[in-house]
């Protein structure tokens, strides 16, 4: 199983960045997808969730209105479009897979099977 995440970089407040969650290794329409990010000395925070199989989209109160989550089934991909970046948004950004189908624990770090290796988002004020 491999999870890979791209599409970090350095930009300004108020601008913009797609990440990217390539995966592999299982059944993509199985799982549900989540980004998680991470800024030094903070714990772990839940941005954005989709359950592959419906499209369900759930979001972080942080990030609402400016973050859209999308998945590209033919592609096994999954892609955040975060728009309207602010410093505060700046940290390491993961992205996961969990198999269970519930959401009521989407943002709990523990509750997903397998992790990507991170990619950094800094967006200078």
């Known amino acids: 199983v491999q999870l890979q995440a791209s599409g970090g970089g350095l930009v300004q407040a108020g601008g913009s960045l797609r990440l990217s969650c390539a995966t592999s290794g299982f059944t993509f329409d199985d799982y549900s997808i989540g980004w998680f990010r991470q800024a030094p000395g903070k714990k772990r925070e839940g941005v954005s969730l989709?359950?592959?199989?419906?499209?369900?989209?759930y979001y972080a109160d942080s990030v609402k209105g400016r973050f859209t989550i999308s998945s590209d089934n033919a592609k096994n991909t999954v892609y955040l479009q975060m728009n309207s970046l602010k410093p505060e948004d700046s940290a390491v950004y993961y992205c996961?897979?969990?198999?269970?189908?519930?959401?009521?624990?989407?943002?709990?770090?523990?509750?997903?099977?397998?992790w990507g290796q991170g990619t950094q988002v800094t967006v200078s004020s």
């Open positions: 996961a897979a969990e198999k269970s189908g519930t959401t009521n624990n989407w943002s709990y770090p523990g509750f997903y099977d397998y």
């Open positions: 989709i359950t592959v199989y419906d499209g369900s989209t």
